[in-house]
């Protein structure tokens, strides 16, 4: 624990003279000021009595861990012992200048929230973001519209690394076998091993960190190497793109960054990629052009979309044909269609049952030369990708949809499986006797043929320096608590190559430290901060006087205008001898994937990505082995049966999860849970699919077998039935249909016209605030959902239950499948709440909690609610929520500092829904009124909507005939769902319409 | 049992219920009729069987007082319910437990307009029952809300807020109906009570009794001037409670009806939740009047006729509710409605098809063996049907709660319902109340209404001239 | 007792016919300030010792119509004048929704104006009353029948009135003091 908080345990504790009281402890910091404020805390970490102090309480707490009650009263005491010490630190900002995003206010007004651009480095590529600040709070993530990686769009990292910032269960202090060191007491007790390094020209130390882009810390660690030539620096990513650089390697004969452009797009074939998911790099611009080429109103221009996919994705459940092959098949398809398209003969025969398919798609790519793409996806082998850039070539993609450039990723030539492998074996021989570990966790992510643990054990001196005291820090000797993003000065590159910088919106809230600083002590022994170490870098990289302008306007803006990696005209030689195919796997396959939540599981700690569903099944809180409806029958399995896993005599417990569209004779497994120390949300959930996985076939492998145990093993999915039942719910149409009946939505169902009513109805004279959400063009990456959760301070509330139906999202995601279990349909529906001018909700509430508002809000009153839940059984929606138990957090102090201070946060017994983010609206209105005008249209936007990478969400004011959201409801695809009830949504969709090769309608 | 007319008595007695088994066996006088009655209370001693019962349903109760302190510690939450299925057990409970508190009303009020003689050795404690069965169903209400110590916002008064109740939500109804009905009952059953009361001040020997029973009685002493009056403001009791013992269920109904679920919007609930709650009323009047009779030797007065119209009206009763059934299935078909049709459907072949189904056996089929003569006059035999029909009333209020809610009209929203073990802890402690309840009140107050049944008594008519002649 | 006035006479019967046709007797004979005490209610005793109009049913009717325009003027003060919100689109006087509560609000008063009324006209509570003082009384409540002729009758004589109750069907006739 953070030695300030053990004087707050202090004060618990009898007094004795010759013990150090909390007043005394208090007193010595109320005289410190500004930046040795900090020193005094250390010095005071030095002083005896202190750390009898410390040993005095350790145990004490040590114990309190173990039961969630008392866990609960222990951060209540660390919540204390914050305030008292002062380092309530969230309200303080950084020593540092920063710089605040100009286009909103920018002097500090009480209650008026500021937004500073930053990014958000995830592995090797950055996103630009916007980050709200309230009173030097962090508290809410958005896109940065300027930047080329963000477009104003975010991903569910994004929106939830804000959580992971205030965590409590991040490490708060650095140990040396488990006992705290102050960071002048790191550095000192580091300088002699250092200094023997030194000696040996670092013929010892090794540094592993994971991948980077950082321009900064690149040039750092040169200097490193510099310093110390015989140093090596490994970098290991779990979920890595070796493949793509491999890829490119036989294609071009050098690693390339591939970037798409979908706006030029028309026919697209993805081989197994996931380009519109979370995590992908380029989301945010992939998904915001796809959607945009999708809207059926471009008619004929429609882009249409083939998927080639193993796993099932919500990229796919996009596409307007998909061909469900194993991962291992898709190579051969590959290759099959570059022989079919003449590009290349590299053998490869079309199956049967693919024939169709392939010969439509063939024709299609064939007549669309130029305006066709085809994408290979990362956990595609090198083979796929070669023959991928070879028919981009072919087809006149490259230049056009595709383009090439120096990889972000400055360490591509060598793979990072290879760089893992490379450093075992030093270890193992002994050659290594300082090894430092940045954050990266190669204890529990290394592939399971890597015996990293036991290679790490025979290192003599080692250093982990990360946000968790996770399971590789639990192995080291040194722990050195690092720092989030949004507490430390840095610099990424996003999938283009654009240099972002990363500004902190607050320092170090548990007085942690940055990668780079230790790396600077490791080569100067001295102790810059960050922010210098980032200026004094990008100094020597700017020429000309006016630094200081270059800097601020860079920090402003978030990035550096025009430093995208230029592209290279470079042609794909199909020639080149491809690698002889991989055989098809043998057997039941298992195909390995990144988690849709929480990635490789570094955010496994994280409440809101935990019971976030995952976008294709629904399920949260857990990593179920999917499988096809066929194979699951051919085994006589059911969903939530418990299975035993084994692969090469490695074995893993897990429940199944039968998913239609999944291919058969093959199970899919996520990666990222089975954490042992992620923290108290993150630990001993799931089943670590690290275990099962080998370096040689990291994504995909054979001959897996399946055995049940016999067990129920309950998952908990917030949308247990994906079926339409007939009902006119998502309301979808082939282009031709559309085409023929743009009207098609409203012939599903009889909508009673609106005059059709025997009361006065109410005048909305104002504002009369609608949204439309666009079914077309949301790919269901749920970033919305936890985005509204960041906004509106909604609860976390745990697998058990969402088990028994008591998830608190105000916005869902709806999946529906239609069609056969083989191949189905996929529709995403966002629902949260319609606002419905007849709401049945309000008539039913016999406290007058639930009214309507004069701008036709349904408006829900909290502190009047008495909890009937009448209202939510009276919503056909069902979008009301329910506090059945006290869900959210009164006491953990870091996640008050996150709250959105003008959310209220609901207490037990109170019923909640989806507010249009009224907050919002009144902010504008208020300015409106400041300046004496209208609120403009666009000046508002809902959480989800800002935060919707495919502009799928639209919000604005019905009265105003010119705003785009009238526009939309004007459009026909406009339906209300459930209109047939007269409830008049407020919310409305636009009708999703697929456009498929009449060829393969039949 | 033909009464061949000899005797005076039973000449009486034919004038009153032409051709029928006697209500109260001849041989009665006004001397008897009281000593009886009274002697139950007064003289009788307590029995170990009475003390084990009231024992085990007092524990009972005190399971019920400790589920609603976690209840009211922990929330809601230690139940099944959840979203979509927002109501459970409380309000299956609530239904049941008012529709059993029609009975007692029922038989006093209305039967007493109809001239119904018989009713009068049963009404007192059906009235009795009524109480505490509303006194149980009121429990529910309060402790479903999510914040109980707010369900004063119910009430309409002037707070400092200035925000007031919303008059239009059927809970707001359930309010007024629920607890005009409690007053009216207590007020009814309190008014009989009182000559009674006066009865056992004169002949109570315990001075404390004496005194109690002095108090209560509030000085009655029987003139004919309060004679007058007394008859009078009964009368019109029974002309008030009648409509309002109609309206009550019929109100509970529009918490469902008035809603626009599938499956709780309909037309037909009023009736047949009137109806339903008179099945089950006098279902429980036997499951009381059947051991009572027993146990405390007053066959003579709750005679087998008793036994044979109280089975009639559930007969009748029953097939009404059969009716309405069958009427849900039409409309379901009939309207053409998906949604309603799905509802019936999930009803008869969801995964809760089962409860619906036992449903069906227990309040339709098994109640028809009433139709027979020989089982209206076998205690044991209408115990039992008794007993089931009242499961059965109670699985119709889960069928229509818990499998309406469950599946409606977003498929992405379905979801299961499961009773925890603190849904049933309370159901349990609900019993419990009600039949300690009980156990007191046939030991504290006269079970039969003394003075009403003097009236069935041939000494209590006048001879034709003393009446005739003016 | 020093010095007890006296409150009436009082006759015993055993059966109705017996009270009744005494009752009818005395009311010819002129006796107005007359009671007769039954076990049970018997519509002829009044009749015949002329207590024939009872106001209950007019207190009855009062309270009633009182509720029921109390229970729907509260609700259509509330939601169009005190509270008035937009709830569902509904209008603010939504008067078929409130008809359920005015209807139970009638039947409450009504009920309670019943009872009420006809306590306070019965003059109860009443713990003491003379007629107590009767040894026998007791039996009124259980199996017997009494008329009581009061002093304060303007006929009442002591003598006279003792006689002519002993000449009906009395099994017995005692004075009672207050």
Redesign the interface.
């Known amino acids: 624990m953070d030695n300030v908080q053990k004087t707050g345990i202090g004060d618990v504790c009898p007094s004795k003279k010759d013990k150090l009281e909390l007043s005394e402890v208090r007193e010595r910091l109320s005289e410190a000021r500004g930046p040795q404020y900090w020193r005094t805390l250390d010095e005071l970490a030095q002083t005896p009595e202190f750390a009898e102090m410390l040993h005095r309480e350790f145990p004490k707490h040590a114990s309190e861990w173990t039961d969630k009650s008392s866990r609960r009263d222990f951060m209540k005491i660390m919540g204390a012992s914050m305030a008292l010490a002062g380092l309530s630190a969230c309200t303080k900002q950084p020593l540092e200048p920063i710089v605040p995003y100009v286009k909103q206010p920018n002097n500090q007004l009480l209650g008026k929230p500021l937004f500073y651009a930053t990014a958000m480095p995830l592995g090797v590529y950055g996103t630009g973001l916007l980050v709200e600040s309230h009173e030097g709070r962090p508290t809410k993530i958005e896109g940065n519209p300027q930047h080329p990686s963000s477009l104003g769009g975010t991903d569910v990292f994004n929106q939830a690394s804000v959580l992971t910032m205030y965590d409590p269960d991040r490490s708060q202090v650095n140990t040396y076998l488990g006992e705290t060191r102050s960071w002048p007491e790191v550095l000192s007790s580091l300088r002699g091993s250092i200094e023997a390094e030194k000696a040996k020209q670092g013929v010892g130390l090794r540094v592993l960190s994971g991948a980077t882009s950082s321009p900064s810390f690149v040039a750092q660690m040169q200097q490193l190497l510099k310093t110390y030539p015989q140093v090596k620096w490994y970098q290991w990513e779990a979920v890595n793109r070796d493949n793509v650089y491999a890829g490119a390697e036989l294609a071009f004969g050098q690693p390339l960054e591939t970037t798409y452009d979908f706006s030029k797009a028309k026919v697209v074939l993805s081989l197994d990629a996931d380009f519109l998911s979370s995590g992908f790099p380029g989301f945010h611009k992939y998904t915001r052009e796809f959607s945009r080429r999708r809207r059926p109103e471009l008619k004929e221009e429609m882009l249409r979309f083939y998927a080639v996919e193993s796993a099932p994705t919500n990229t796919a459940a996009k596409a307007d044909h998909r061909l469900h092959l194993k991962a291992s098949e898709v190579e051969a398809f590959a290759r099959a269609l570059a022989s079919a398209l003449g590009v290349a003969q590299v053998g490869g025969e079309f199956k049967e049952d693919q024939k169709k398919f392939a010969s439509a798609l063939v024709k299609d790519l064939q007549a669309n030369r130029g305006t066709a793409l085809v994408l290979a996806g990362d956990a595609q082998t090198p083979a796929t990708h070669a023959l991928a850039h070879a028919i981009n070539g072919a087809l006149g993609a490259a230049g056009k949809t595709v383009s090439y450039s120096e990889p972000v990723d400055p360490f591509a030539a060598t793979s990072k499986v290879e760089q893992l492998r490379q450093l075992t074996a030093e270890m193992n021989s002994g050659k290594v006797d300082m090894l430092v570990v940045l954050n990266t966790n190669p204890v529990y992510d290394a592939p399971a043929d890597i015996d990293f643990l036991s290679a790490l054990n025979k290192v003599g001196l080692r250093i982990h320096l990360g946000l968790y005291q996770d399971e590789t820090a639990k192995y080291c000797h040194w722990h050195l608590s690092g720092t989030h993003y949004l507490e430390q000065w840095g610099d990424t590159r996003s999938f283009d190559g654009t240099v972002s910088f990363i500004q902190p919106l607050i320092s170090p809230l548990y007085s942690g430290h940055s990668e780079s600083e230790l790396i600077e002590f490791l080569t100067n022994e001295d102790e810059a901060t960050s922010y210098a170490l980032t200026q004094r870098y990008w100094q020597s990289q700017h020429s000309g006087a006016d630094f200081k302008s270059w800097w601020d306007r860079s920090l402003h803006d978030g990035f550096v205008a025009g430093s995208a990696s230029p592209a290279k005209p470079v042609t794909a030689s199909a020639k080149t001898a491809l690698p002889a195919i991989t055989a098809a796997a043998s057997g039941l396959e298992i195909i390995f994937r990144r988690d849709a939540t929480i990635f490789d599981g570094r955010f496994a700690n994280n409440g809101w990505l935990q019971e976030t569903p995952k976008p294709m099944n629904q399920v949260c809180w857990d990593n179920p082995v999917l499988m096809s409806v066929a194979t699951a029958k051919r085994l006589n399995l059911k969903s939530e049966d418990e299975v035993e896993l084994e692969l090469n005599g490695r074995k893993v417990k897990a429940a199944l999860w039968l998913t239609p569209g999944h291919p058969d004779d093959a199970i899919t497994v996520t990666l990222g849970y089975g954490r042992e120390k992620a923290g108290r949300v993150g630990s001993g959930i799931g089943f670590s699919a690290y275990k099962l996985r080998a370096s040689n076939a990291l994504w995909n492998a054979g001959g897996v077998r399946v055995r049940a145990t016999g067990e129920h093993y309950g998952l908990a999915s917030p949308?247990?039935?994906?079926?339409?039942?007939?009902?006119a719910?998502v309301r979808a149409a082939t282009l031709e249909e559309f085409i023929k009946t743009p009207g098609f939505a409203h012939e599903m169902v009889e909508a009673p016209p609106p005059g059709l009513t025997m009361?006065?109805?109410?005048e909305y004279k104002e504002h009369k605030w609608g949204m439309a959400i666009d079914l077309n063009s949301c790919v269901g990456c749920k970033t919305c959902t936890v985005a509204c959760q960041a906004e509106n301070n909604i609860a976390v509330v745990g697998k058990d239950?969402v088990k028994?139906?008591?998830h608190m999202n105000w916005l869902?995601i709806?999946?529906?499948h239609e069609g056969s279990p083989e191949n189905p349909n996929t529709y995403f529906?966002p629902?949260p709440c319609m606002q419905?001018?007849?709401?049945?909700?309000?008539?039913?509430?016999?406290?007058?909690a639930t009214?309507?508002?004069?701008e036709g809000l349904n408006d829900m009153v909290y502190n009047?609610?008495?909890?009937?839940?009448?209202c939510?059984?009276?919503c056909?929606?069902?979008v009301?929520?329910?506090?059945?138990?006290?869900f959210s957090d009164f006491d953990t102090p870091q996640l008050k500092f996150q709250r959105n201070p003008e959310v209220s946060v609901r207490s037990?017994?109170?019923?909640e829904k989806c507010t249009y983010c009224i907050q919002r609206i009144t902010h504008a209105r208020i300015d409106a009124e400041e300046e004496n005008r209208k609120v403009r249209d666009g000046e508002v936007m809902t959480a989800c909507q800002q935060a919707c990478p495919a502009e799928a969400i639209v919000f604005g004011d019905l009265n105003d005939s010119g705003s785009r959201v009238s526009k939309l409801k004007a459009s026909q695809r406009n339906y209300g769902?459930?209109e047939e009830?007269n409830t008049?949504p407020r919310t409305t969709y636009l009708a999703a319409v697929r456009n498929p090769n009449p060829e393969l309608e039949s | 049992m033909e009464q061949a007319p000899e005797t005076k008595a039973s000449a009486t007695l034919e004038r009153l219920l032409p051709g029928q088994a006697p209500v109260l066996t001849p041989g009665h006088t006004l001397e008897t009729i009281t000593d009886k009655i009274v002697s139950i209370v007064l003289r009788r001693p307590v029995t170990l069987g009475w003390l084990g019962g009231f024992a085990f349903f007092f524990g009972l109760l005190n399971l019920m007082l400790f589920a609603m302190a976690y209840l009211f510690y922990r929330g809601v939450g230690i139940w099944g319910i959840n979203i979509p299925v927002g109501w459970g057990f409380a309000i299956v409970n609530f239904v049941w437990w008012v529709g059993i508190g029609h009975a007692g009303t029922l038989i006093s009020a209305i039967l007493l307009l109809l001239k119904q003689g018989w009713r009068n050795s049963i009404n007192r404690f059906a009235e009795a029952m009524t109480l505490f069965a509303v006194a149980c169903a009121g429990v529910f209400p309060l402790i479903h809300t999510g914040r109980p110590w707010l369900a004063y916002w119910l009430f309409p008064y002037p707070n400092t807020m200035g925000v007031w109740p919303q008059f239009r939500s059927p809970l707001l109804w359930d309010v007024f109906a629920v607890s005009t009905y409690a007053t009216i009952s207590a007020l009814f059953w309190f008014v009989g009570l009182i000559p009674d009361l006066a009865t056992f001040r004169d002949t109570a020997t315990n001075p404390v009794a004496k005194t109690i029973y002095g108090l209560l009685a509030m000085g009655w002493r029987g003139s004919a001037r309060h004679w007058k009056r007394y008859e009078s403001a009964y009368i019109l009791l029974a002309g008030l409670a009648t409509p309002l013992v109609l309206s009550v269920h019929t109100v509970v109904s529009f918490d469902f009806a008035i809603s626009i679920l599938p499956g709780w919007h309909t037309t037909v609930f009023p009736p047949y939740f009137v109806a339903g709650a008179i099945y089950s009323g006098f279902a429980m009047v036997l499951v009381l009047a059947i051991p009572i009779r027993r146990f405390y030797g007053v066959q003579d007065m709750m005679t087998l006729r008793h036994l044979d119209n109280a089975a009639k009206v559930m007969l009748g009763t029953g097939l009404i509710v059969a009716y309405g059934y069958t009427m849900e299935a039409f409309y379901a078909y009939y309207s053409g409605n998906a949604y309603e049709l799905f509802m019936f459907k999930n009803r008869l072949l969801g995964p809760m098809a089962w409860s619906y189904w036992c449903l069906i056996l227990f309040n339709i089929l098994i109640p028809q063996v009433l139709w027979i003569r020989k089982v209206r006059l076998n205690p044991a035999m209408l115990f039992v049907t008794s007993l089931v029909i009242l499961l059965g009333m109670w699985l119709e209020r889960f069928v229509i709660v818990v499998t309406s809610l469950h599946r409606d009209f977003l498929p992405s929203s379905w979801g299961m319902y499961v009773a925890t073990r603190w849904d049933y802890a309370v159901f349990a402690g609900t019993l419990g109340l009600f039949f300690s309840a009980m156990f007191l009140f046939v030991r504290l107050m006269p079970m039969i209404t003394i003075f009403e049944m003097r009236l069935l008594l041939p000494q209590a008519k006048l001879s034709e001239e003393v009446a005739a002649h003016d | 007792m020093t010095e007890s006035v006296l409150h009436g006479v009082v006759a015993e019967f055993i059966t109705p016919d017996e009270l009744v046709s005494a009752c009818k007797k005395a009311y010819a004979a002129g006796y107005r300030r007359m009671d007769a005490y039954t076990p049970f209610p018997l519509e002829e005793v009044a009749d015949a010792i002329g207590f024939e109009k009872t106001r209950v049913p007019l207190l009855t009717l009062a309270g009633g119509i009182l509720g029921g325009l109390s229970g729907f003027f509260l609700q259509y003060w509330v939601h169009t004048s005190a509270y008035p919100v937009n709830v569902g689109g509904r209008p603010l006087n939504s008067w078929p929704s409130f008809v359920i509560i005015t209807f139970e609000m009638t039947i409450l008063f009504a009920g309670i104006a019943a009872v009420v009324g006809m306590l306070t006209l019965n003059g109860l509570p009443q713990p003491y009353h003379p007629i107590f003082n009767h040894p026998r009384f007791t039996a009124a409540s259980r199996d017997r029948f009494f008329l009581c002729i009061e002093a304060a009758d303007p006929k009442f004589d002591l003598e006279q009135t003792t006689h002519f109750l002993e000449a009906t069907d009395a099994v017995d006739v005692a004075e009672v003091t207050d």
């Open positions: 949308q247990g039935h994906q079926m339409m039942e007939g009902r719910i009361y006065q109805p109410y239950q028994r139906g008591r869902r709806d999946n529906y529906q629902v419905c001018e007849n709401a049945p909700c309000e008539v039913v509430c016999p406290v007058t009214v309507h508002s004069s009047r609610c008495v909890g009937t839940r009448y939510s059984n009276n056909p929606y069902k009301r929520r329910f506090n059945f138990l006290l037990r017994g109170v019923m769902l459930l009830l008049r």
